[in-house]
């Protein structure tokens, strides 16, 4: 399909799947986005693998998460060995079950998760045009106007907003000028996704090798006996082209002290990492999300999964002011949040792949004698685990210095900002159960009201709501009952008392207030988000 010069709302350049996420986001909110890609068409190659119980969230809000769950298989846990001996066995068994619908690691590549939403794209009637490059970006203060090459010809676009998802060599941030710090890691790698025989390796365990000649990583995926096999070159053919698997495997099998026995190579490459960010996320009416943004080490399959919620992020808010719901400076909200969750996610993941990765002979001691027996102390304390899951999930990710939440409630544990958490609710009138997030899966902001409310109290609410809000702000309410205790205990309502909860479209709170006040939750839609 061929691109034809005409006028959009939005282009979004890279068809990713940050690009894909972003389309799939803006379409269900209601807008029609033009997105591109050079490449020919999705990628063959797997790439990421780890979807992360918030992109599950994602997904489910998205109705797409039961394919995710049929196509993907759970991360049982992690064995880290030395010299090929088990040292360490950590279980991601019910790690999580309290703090999501989706307590594990999903192992899903990253071709599985393209293929999926560019269904959800095809349902909405929104093509990829592939094979079409971006040549030129100049904005001004009301419009972006593009040159695009399509089928050896030269399109221009005018776009209200442009999104670059186009990763690491973003011609969109190249175009904008904006600088893209940080730096290379020195060691080379390997990539190998292989179909194995060999019994003894465990088939829904991550299974990392650490040893004097280097390091390697066995991660499982879905289809039976495949697994994803990532290591460092040896030095001998860091600098060597064109390298194939079988010119790394002795080095591999003197990591792993065993023989891998290939039966099939479905992918191998080589190449160095890179860790860095930009300098800006946005710039006038464009904006950066995913690799064009930020790239790290893939410890802890992080990378597509923080791409994901930068598209989260930025989707219901450009959706908001293309729509005319909501004022243009809530876009200014975009990079104020995902900035800091972009540099935080940095550092951590440097830090860890430089202790992995270190051929120091102090940390080389460290990582021999004393991590074996710190990660099994660690995983023997509940607490710990759990802050380990809400740390590797994304799930613990909050926005509460971001100026479009507002905070008016004593509650200490759970503040505007926070992620919406995740609980049961046994709904008495319809006798069945349900939980918050499904509350929140309808486009829009959501208003959730905790404590007995008088009848002509509730219908003041709703007539407030269809009068001014009607199609923005879906509402709920939960009186006090025995079986939904709990969310009561976790927003620390005491007996008698009530609590106004307003939740934004990505599942993040709001406003949080200790009393149900329409005037005050007015000015927080009207002044603090800028619905109109």
Not at 335 to 346: F, H, I, N, Q, S
Not at 359 to 373: A, E, Y
Request: charged share 20%.
């Amino acid at each position: 399909m061929v691109l034809t010069g005409q006028h959009t709302k939005v282009l979004i350049v890279g068809a990713g799947p940050t690009g894909l996420m972003l389309a799939a986001q803006l379409l269900r909110n209601g807008v029609q986005p033009v997105i591109i890609d050079s490449k020919q068409g999705p990628t063959n190659q797997s790439k990421a693998l780890a979807v992360q119980a918030r992109s599950m969230e994602i997904y489910r809000q998205l109705g797409v998460v039961d394919r995710i769950m049929q196509g993907g298989k759970h991360a049982a846990g992690v064995s880290l060995k030395q010299e090929g001996k088990t040292v360490a066995e950590l279980s991601l068994a019910n790690v999580g079950e309290t703090q999501t619908a989706f307590p594990f690691v999903n192992l899903y590549q990253q071709s599985k998760n393209e293929r999926l939403l560019l269904d959800f794209l095809t349902q909405h009637c929104c093509p990829v045009y592939w094979d079409t490059t971006l040549t030129s970006l100049i904005q001004t203060e009301n419009i972006a106007e593009v040159q695009l090459r399509s089928a050896e010809k030269s399109v221009s676009l005018t776009c209200d907003w442009v999104a670059g998802a186009d990763g690491a060599h973003s011609e969109v941030r190249k175009q904008l000028d904006i600088s893209f710090n940080g730096d290379t890691y020195q060691h080379h790698f390997f990539l190998a996704d292989v179909e194995l025989d060999n019994p003894a390796l465990k088939n829904d365990m991550v299974q990392l090798y650490l040893s004097k000649n280097g390091f390697a990583g066995f991660f499982p995926m879905p289809e039976e006996n495949c697994f994803r096999i990532i290591g460092n070159l040896p030095r001998l053919v860091e600098s060597e082209a064109d390298l194939k698997l079988e010119d790394v495997l002795p080095h591999l099998n003197s990591i792993t002290h065993y023989t891998a026995n290939v039966v099939h190579n479905n992918w191998f490459t080589t190449y160095k990492l890179h860790h860095r960010m930009a300098d800006k996320f946005r710039q006038g009416r464009c904006f950066l999300v995913g690799d064009a943004a930020h790239i790290h080490s893939p410890v802890g399959g992080q990378g597509m999964n923080t791409g994901l919620q930068d598209a989260y992020n930025l989707g219901w808010k450009l959706a908001g002011v293309i729509n005319g719901h909501i004022n243009e400076t809530v876009l200014d909200s975009y990079a104020a949040e995902r900035m800091p969750v972009a540099k935080a996610l940095l550092n951590s993941t440097d830090k860890i792949f430089n202790i992995i990765t270190s051929r120091n002979w102090l940390v080389s001691l460290f990582k021999k004698w004393i991590m074996p027996s710190l990660l099994k102390l660690t995983w023997q304390n509940d607490n710990l685990r759990e802050v380990f899951f809400k740390r590797l999930s994304q799930i613990n990710i909050n926005y509460r210095d971001s100026k479009i939440n507002l905070h008016l409630s004593n509650a200490t544990q759970i503040k505007a900002g926070d992620r919406m958490p995740y609980f049961k609710v046994f709904d008495e009138k319809k006798q069945q159960e349900t939980d918050l997030h499904e509350w929140c899966a309808k486009p829009g902001f959501t208003l959730i009201v905790l404590g007995n409310l008088k009848e002509l109290d509730l219908f003041t609410l709703v007539k407030w709501i269809t009068q001014n809000y009607a199609g923005q702000i879906n509402f709920f309410y939960l009186p006090p009952s025995l079986k939904n205790q709990d969310i009561f205990d976790a927003f620390e309502i005491n007996e008698g008392k009530k609590k106004a909860l307003i939740v934004r479209p990505d599942m993040h709170i709001g406003f949080i207030n200790d009393v149900v006040d329409i005037d005050m939750m007015d000015n927080y839609f009207k002044t603090i988000v800028g619905l109109k």
